[in-house]
């Protein structure tokens, strides 16, 4: 789960963890992966990896290292630039995606 702001001053150490846990994914026991992104706001830095993460996911699904892929973007339903980033990701990534709009918090 991703979750809260999203604007490390050095993405590249922040999202590298990340990326290996993914990159593990096709040895791991695992035919449906589930991964939630609950983000206020993310900085474009965190834009490229949030997307390489999702392309990630579409290669090992288009290679049947997984079987299944869901993402639930979650996103207050009054955040426009949210779904839209949302609706925009699904749209260049081709994964099944939950956009869920939930009441504000604030």
Known sequence: MLKGKSVPEDSVSFYKPVLAFLEELPLRDIDNFRLRIELEYFNSN???????????????????????????????????DMIEAGEDYMAI??????????????
């Open 93 to 106: 990534v081709k994964l099944p995606f939950n956009i869920v709009e939930r009441e504000s918090n604030s």
């Open 46 to 80: 965190s834009s490229k990896f949030i997307l390489d993460i999702f392309l990630r996911l579409a290669k090992f699904l288009k290679e049947e290292s997984l079987k299944a892929v869901d993402i639930d973007w979650i996103v207050d339903k009054n955040d426009e």
